[in-house]
């Protein structure tokens, strides 16, 4: 007789992917960083969704696919979203841009009740104010200098992440691997025209390092590795994750992504965050852990 796996197996698999999403900054900063190829941010957005396509593309056979024209919206926004953080990343604090990302959910929070009909609770509003004070904070702090354009680019890519988690509910219907597939497939599709038409150059890659630009590997590598493991490994253990364990709680659980990926850059890269960007961020986190705590809904699934 087969055992069903424990419940603890599954939240292992949330925090698992959200240790593996993690390494973004990580991987962003040393891109950026290596002397034999200089990475600009689409080009990396490029690469990385198409390692993730390729990785998850032997999983989409019988997946329900989501509607076509859904999923060209939901491609749409996907691309922005990724090119804009690592934009961000590149030109900020990898602090900086994960946390003006994690203000998503406040979208979501924010126009849930207006597209989906949802009540908007005393709660929200203060988990919302709280939030904003800590995005205040992170501002104030660094909106100077060569600063400020990523932290627009980087308050932009929570704008549209937030769209995408709200636009994901239209295709909640789908295989969310399926809509993995596809998103990064599609993205990887656009990058490429962005990129002959923009800068053809990094679409030479793979062919420099064949003729003879070994020290251009490494870079290859890294690339792998980023849409393998920090994309399409976690999106599979946060799939399995959400089969048992409810989507408050599996939230929640995925906030050791920003917490972990400044963390990664300090002690690998040592880029360190100023004191206005761990008050902020913390106060951001704060109010989203509360928002999925102590403020939770007693209906949320």
């Known amino acids: 007789m087969e055992t069903e796996p424990s419940p603890l197996r599954y939240r292992l698999a949330l925090v698992a992917a959200g240790v593996l999403w993690s390494l973004g900054g990580l991987f962003i900063k040393a891109l950026t960083a290596h002397a034999a190829w200089q990475s600009s941010a689409l080009g990396i957005t490029f690469y990385r969704s198409l390692a993730a396509a390729l990785c998850l ?17 939901a491609i749409g926004v996907y691309l922005f979203l990724l090119a ?19 203000t998503a959910p406040l979208y979501v929070l924010a126009l849930g009740p207006k597209l989906f009909g949802e009540s908007f609770r005393r709660e929200d509003a203060v988990a919302l104010s709280v939030a ?7 501002f104030a702090g660094n909106f100077h200098g060569g600063a400020q354009g990523p932290l627009v680019m980087g308050a932009a890519s929570g704008a549209m992440f937030g769209f995408f988690l709200l636009w994901l ?10 809509v993995t597939v596809l998103n990064n497939s599609g993205v990887a599709a656009l990058a490429c025209v962005a990129l002959a ?15 003879g630009h070994g020290e251009l590997w490494p870079v290859i590598g890294l690339l792998l590795l980023m849409g393998g493991v ?3 490994a976690p999106y599979v253990l946060f799939s399995y994750g959400l ?8 939230s929640l659980l995925a ?32 109010a989203l852990g509360a928002r999925y705590t102590l403020f939770r809904p007693k209906s949320t699934g």
């Open 243 to 250: 089969q048992r364990v409810a989507s408050v709680e599996a």
């Open 57 to 73: 593309l032997p999983l989409l056979r019988g997946r329900k696919l989501p509607r076509a024209a859904d999923s060209a919206v």
């Open 169 to 178: 509910r239209r295709m909640r219907d789908a295989d969310p691997i399926a």
């Open 132 to 138: 904003m004070v800590g995005i205040g904070v992170l």
């Open 84 to 102: 804009l953080y690592v934009s961000a990343t590149q030109g900020t604090t990898a602090a900086n841009a994960i946390f003006l990302q994690y």
């Open 230 to 232: 920090q994309i399409a």
């Open 255 to 286: 906030l050791v992504e920003p917490l972990l990926n400044p963390l990664w850059v300090v002690l690998f890269i040592g880029e360190r965050p100023t004191l206005p960007t761990v008050a902020g961020g913390l106060l951001l986190l704060l």
């Open 197 to 211: 038409l923009t800068r053809p150059a990094e679409l030479l890659l793979l062919p420099r390092a064949l003729s």
